[in-house]
């Protein structure tokens, strides 16, 4: 009895091992994603059948669907499309080129070739892809709504609308049959496919996108002029006039393009600054005679910016605009000076409101008023002249001549008939002689008064004169009246 017991045991023994042999091999024929760390990684541990030159798979990389070609290289699938070949045949939807080139969502697209969303990108490119051959001849394809598996594991529903016209989802088949090979068959839709879960992936990271994209609230920030943090300003009621000096408000000194500072209830503008800046600046090219004022503002600086937020932030401005005349006697060592024509625009901004009748009131009942400009620390002078104002320091001067160009409660305009320049820049270093950068000589003009400039005499000609009083014969000579 032990021999044929001995025997029957060791024939259950050969039996179970030459089992244990099969199992494996059925169970490397599942298919599965390729990893995303190599295109062929996933190659050395499942069967790989060559595919022949007439496959579905060489006719899709050189036929004219290249979008979905380069896609399908990006994703790392060929290794899988191969092995899927092997297998049976496919059905591949292939959307035409324009729906992955300009109908697709340019934020979708950037989405999925990301690096990080590869696995996205081959669940939607497989998501093309049956695992079976079907045509598009009559009685093959489905007429009533038919869910398919895909490569992707995800179900795919294939129907037919009123006129016959092949659906696959929400896509028509635009061209059927577009490729025909042994293995497969390729179908032209018109735009592509995209599963349930690729779509969650994409709202989901664009939702984190945005998330952190928002800016904490309350935040510290810190005042680039002093270095400090930033205190917050007090509540301000709506129309009420800006709690900070407008200095502090402005950028950090005059500069071809000022950075953006910081001012009252900043964030929440009550006026629209822009806009009225603009209706101030085709004011005056309209007006006529001050075209230069306006190009420089615009073109050659961005005082204009400046100047629209400052209002919009709920400051007052006052403009004494130089004319085309006066602009035109700038010399050019006036202007080539880093900043010159930031300095000198700012040297005519006062902030305050004031019109022509405001000034000269001011004028008349205190005599000399100094207004503060956006030029620290510089003032400009106003004093009464021939029943008009008078801005500025001797023969640098300048006339209000057109008064209220422009006037809405926020921004008014002034003409004036010289630029101006502060008293550091025009005066003498030691004997009175003017500087480079002093305005010319130059009388006041015929509509603001009547007024004769005596001549400048030197010293030899007004001792002559004083000799000339002895003999009373001074009257004589017009040199000595």
């Not at 664009?206 to 943090?229: F, K, M, N, Q, Y």
């Not at 407008?246 to 822009?274: E, L, R, T, Y």
Request: charged share 20%; glycine share 8%.
């Amino acid at each position: 009895m032990g021999a044929p017991l001995y025997g029957a045991v060791l024939l259950f023994l050969v039996l179970a091992a030459a089992t244990a042999d099969v199992v494996p091999e059925q169970h490397q024929k599942q298919p599965a994603l390729p990893s995303s760390g190599a295109g062929g990684a996933g190659s050395n541990n499942s069967s790989t059948v060559g595919v022949n030159s007439n496959s579905v798979l060489v006719a899709l990389l050189d036929s004219h669907y290249t979008e979905l070609a380069e896609l399908v290289e990006k994703a790392l699938l060929l290794q899988s499309l191969e092995d899927a070949v092997g297998r049976g045949n496919v059905t591949i939807f292939a959307p035409r080129n324009e729906a992955l080139e300009r109908d697709l969502d340019p934020e979708f697209r950037a989405f999925l070739l990301e690096p990080r969303n590869l696995r996205s990108l081959q669940r939607l490119l497989l998501f093309h892809v049956l695992p079976s051959r079907l045509h598009s001849a009559s009685g093959a394809w489905p007429a009533a709504s038919t869910a398919r598996m895909t490569l992707s594991g995800e179900h795919l529903e294939l129907s037919a609308d009123a006129d016959s016209r092949m659906l696959v989802g929400a896509a028509a088949v635009t061209k059927p049959d577009a490729v025909v090979r042994p293995d497969g068959v390729i179908h032209g839709i018109e735009r592509l496919l995209v599963p349930r879960s690729v779509q969650e992936d994409f709202n989901r990271r664009r939702s984190l996108a945005a998330i952190s994209a928002v800016l904490p609230t309350g935040a510290p920030e810190v005042d680039p002029r002093t270095h400090r943090l930033k205190k917050p300003a007090p509540p301000v009621p709506l129309g009420a006039p800006p709690v900070l000096p407008v200095w502090d408000a402005m950028a950090p000194g005059p500069s071809i393009a000022p950075a953006p500072a910081p001012g009252p209830n900043s964030g929440k503008a009550h006026f629209d600054g822009h806009s009225q800046v603009k209706d101030f600046i085709q004011t005056l090219v309209l007006y006529g005679g001050y075209n230069e004022l306006a190009d420089i503002l615009v073109n050659l600086t961005s005082l204009a910016t400046e100047m629209g937020r400052l209002v919009s932030e709920g400051y007052v401005l006052t403009v004494l605009a130089p004319n085309d005349e006066a602009m035109a006697r700038l010399t050019t060592d006036q202007l080539s000076e880093p900043g010159s024509p930031e300095n000198i625009l700012y040297y005519h901004m006062v902030p305050e409101y004031q019109t022509e009748e405001s000034m000269y009131n001011a004028v008349r009942r205190f005599g000399t008023v100094r207004y503060d400009t956006l030029r620290l620390p510089h003032k400009v002078t106003a004093r009464e002249a021939d029943g008009s104002v008078k801005f500025g320091h001797g023969e640098g001067s300048a006339y209000l001549f057109d008064p209220d160009i422009y006037t809405d409660g926020r921004i008014s305009v002034q003409g004036i008939d010289a630029v101006l320049f502060p008293p550091v820049e025009d005066t003498a270093k030691s004997g009175g002689a003017v500087t480079a950068g002093a305005a010319p000589a130059r009388k006041a003009p015929a509509v603001t008064g009547t007024a004769k400039s005596k001549l400048r005499r030197g010293r030899l000609l007004e001792g002559a004169c004083h000799m000339m009083g002895f003999f009373g014969r001074r009257s004589r000579f017009t040199s000595c009246q």
